[in-house]
């Protein structure tokens, strides 16, 4: 197991902490004046599910556990679920929707992810860093309008809401950076 800086963890990453294994399910540095900085971080247990606050030096150090990656394919989502289907032995399995936070924005179905497991159990997952949607709702272009004119919201065929220049139109494909939610270029 590899031990990381409690500033450095990220949302969705699964980490033990007081030899528990948790879910990432928000964090925040917090720099208050003189005073040193903390993280506070929010942890979803992952076997029970409870969620708890937690107040960490931003020196503490939190322990990753070793997991196996493994490419899933995205199927559907379930009620507060994903399901994934190992492409190996098309075994499916559910991952909770808190394991991809904005998941339901950016994928639309047979997506592959490249996915953590441990012990059979999918702790982590990746989003690809670009992805391509279909604008299903824009505002009328308007004649004239250019790249420096202010930008529009559009709505994406996952029910997304972007901010793009104001030629975009409804049943182009965009994409979108899935890091920053942020429109890059118009898809291919």
């Not at 197991?1 to 030899?19: C, F, S």
């Not at 030096?57 to 289907?85: A, C, H, I, W």
């Not at 924005?105 to 997506?111: I, M, N």
């Given at each position: 197991?590899?031990?990381?800086?409690?500033?450095?963890?990220?949302?969705?990453?699964a980490?033990?902490?007081?030899?528990?294994?948790?879910?990432?399910?928000d964090?925040?540095t917090?720099?208050?004046?003189?005073?040193?900085?903390?993280?506070?971080?929010?942890?979803?247990h992952?076997?029970?599910?409870?969620?708890?606050?937690?107040r960490?030096?931003?020196?503490t150090?939190?322990?990753?556990p070793?997991?196996?990656?493994?490419?899933?394919?995205?199927?559907?989502?379930?009620?507060n679920?994903?399901?994934?289907?190992?492409?190996?032995?098309?075994?499916?399995?559910?991952?909770?929707?808190?394991?991809?936070?904005d998941?339901d924005?950016y994928?639309?179905?047979?997506?592959?992810?490249?996915?953590k497991?441990?012990?059979?159990?999918?702790?982590?997952?990746?989003?690809?860093?670009?992805?391509?949607?279909?604008?299903?709702?824009?505002?009328?272009?308007?004649?004239?309008?250019?790249?420096?004119n202010?930008?529009?919201?559009v709505?994406?065929?996952t029910?997304?809401?972007?901010?793009?220049?104001?030629?975009?139109?409804?049943?182009?494909?965009?994409?979108?950076?899935?890091?920053?939610?942020?429109?890059?270029?118009?898809?291919?």
């Amino acid at each position: 197991m590899a031990a990381i800086k409690a500033v450095n963890i990220k949302r969705g990453q699964a980490v033990i902490y007081e030899d528990q294994l948790w879910i990432v399910h928000d964090n925040e540095t917090v720099a208050k004046g003189n005073k040193r900085s903390y993280m506070a971080v929010k942890l979803k247990h992952f076997k029970n599910g409870n969620v708890v606050d937690f107040r960490l030096n931003v020196d503490t150090k939190v322990e990753v556990p070793y997991v196996e990656d493994k490419v899933f394919q995205y199927l559907y989502r379930d009620g507060n679920s994903f399901v994934m289907m190992d492409m190996e032995t098309f075994d499916q399995l559910h991952v909770d929707a808190d394991l991809m936070p904005d998941g339901d924005k950016y994928l639309k179905g047979s997506e592959e992810l490249a996915c953590k497991l441990l012990e059979g159990a999918i702790v982590g997952v990746e989003l690809p860093n670009t992805v391509e949607l279909v604008v299903a709702d824009a505002p009328p272009v308007v004649k004239g309008a250019t790249a420096t004119n202010q930008n529009k919201e559009v709505t994406m065929e996952t029910g997304y809401k972007v901010r793009v220049p104001p030629f975009i139109s409804t049943g182009e494909v965009l994409r979108i950076d899935t890091r920053t939610g942020e429109y890059l270029s118009r898809g291919g």
